[in-house]
């Protein structure tokens, strides 16, 4: 259905009296906060993009379709009342079929400014879902079969994912609650490490440990996808290496184009793909640069898109774009002790933007990157795996 969605104007917790049962906050806009940027195309491209939109399965492999308060020094309070906004505006105009929503994780202070706390996370799911609950676009996400149900209905099929193991402490058992929640996908570890493994913030590598490894072994018994996107290098391979289905890299890009720990190295990329996983290219403000593109924008994003399909094939890259609605740039400032932004960095000197051009928030990131894989002559079929199809594929092998 692409951009037909049954959107009906619903707003988060309109159930609720705003500004009674719970502090409002004066929001940004969905969609407009910042000029429109469109990937120009002849009349021939522009049918085959809008054809493109309509038809395939598109899914993202990680975004984050929340919308921020205007003023970004409210964002502390904002979070510690744990009603986070959905932006189902913005979802309904972006032609997504799936997201695979990854919550407010480190950055949800509801009891503690450090983030990652248990409570914090079962506050977080079940308050997300009674807000879904309270209207009829976006859907639980449990099976690749409800993407397609979402897909024919114009519906966005929306899965609980967690960036980070962190919060289950020693307790592996808390993985199968956090599955029972609804979470589907969940990442090892974040930037700095936890009992899994290393996170990527480390100076010494040590790896996936061994409940590391007990943790992976029940992820694919339940059925819930991995992530490994924050992780060390060495994390990543013990990760790939002991998972007996493929991995997720779902939001990263290539070191081979910037000398960042938060891009991997071709031997971990390699790895993934050999292992039959997706890796997801992100655009988060300051991420997917280049030396031939230091200004972050559709660009350089899509020349670490084109790096990884050269070199691991187009069976093994997706899109995980990792946006928001809001002021992204301001908030990575607001929270750069809690997500490491400078550790993870490209080295020397990065060239600061407002926003990344083309890649704002989820409302314009795929329609733009189906317009840009149009005018540069890639193939529907490619298109299609691409946008979403490779996403399915390794879904339906984790989720069964």
């Known amino acids: 259905m692409g951009m037909n969605k049954i959107y009906r104007g619903y707003k988060s917790y309109q159930y609720l009296e705003h500004g009674v049962d719970y502090e409002a906050f004066e929001l940004v806009e969905e969609i407009g906060r ?3 940027y469109v990937v120009v195309l002849s009349g021939v491209e522009e049918e085959r993009a809008k ?20 003023d970004v020094s409210q964002i502390w309070d904002y979070e510690s009342q744990g009603r986070e906004v959905t932006g189902y505006e913005g979802l309904s105009v972006s032609a ?16 503690s400014k450090m983030g990652w706390k248990w409570s914090d996370i079962i506050f977080d799911l079940g308050m997300r879902s009674c807000d879904i609950a309270h209207q009829e676009m976006v859907i639980h996400c449990e099976r690749v079969d409800d993407i397609v149900r979402a897909h024919d209905n114009g519906q966005v099929a929306l899965a609980f994912c967690l960036e980070s193991a962190t919060m289950i402490e020693n307790e592996i058992d808390r993985i199968d609650i956090l599955y029972g929640l609804g979470v589907r996908m969940m990442g090892i570890v974040y930037s700095e490490s936890n009992a899994l493994g290393t996170g990527l913030r480390e100076t010494r590598d040590g790896g996936l ?17 991995i992530d490994v996107s924050h992780a060390s290098d060495l994390t990543c391979l013990d990760t790939i290496e002991v998972s007996r289905v493929p991995v997720f890299i779902t939001h990263a890009g290539a070191r081979g184009l910037i000398d960042s720990a938060r891009m991997k190295p071709d031997e971990v990329l390699i790895a993934c793909a050999q292992n039959g996983g997706v890796i997801g290219i992100e655009a988060a403000p300051h991420t997917t640069i280049t030396e031939k593109h230091p200004h972050h924008n559709i660009e350089s994003f899509m020349e670490h898109f084109e790096y990884c399909v050269n070199l691991v094939g187009i069976d093994h890259v997706g899109f995980g774009p990792d946006v928001l609605f809001g002021d992204h740039v301001s908030l990575h400032h607001a929270f750069s002790g809690h997500m490491s932004i400078e550790q993870s960095r490209a080295k020397g000197r990065v060239n600061e933007v407002s926003y990344v051009e083309g890649l704002e928030n989820p409302s314009e990131t795929f329609p733009n990157i189906i317009r840009w894989l149009v005018k540069h002559n890639y193939a529907d079929d490619e298109i299609e795996k691409a946008i979403g199809g490779n996403a399915l594929r390794v879904l339906r092998e984790a989720w069964y």
């Open 34 to 36: 910042v000029p429109l």
């Open 51 to 70: 054809r493109l939109l309509n038809d395939c399965v598109i899914v993202s492999l990680h975004d984050h379709p929340s919308v921020m308060p205007k």
């Open 96 to 111: 997504m079929d799936a997201v695979l929503d990854n919550m407010t994780d480190g950055t949800g202070p509801i009891t």
């Open 209 to 225: 440990s061994f409940f590391g490894r007990q943790a992976v072994h029940r992820m694919n018994q339940l059925g819930m996808a």
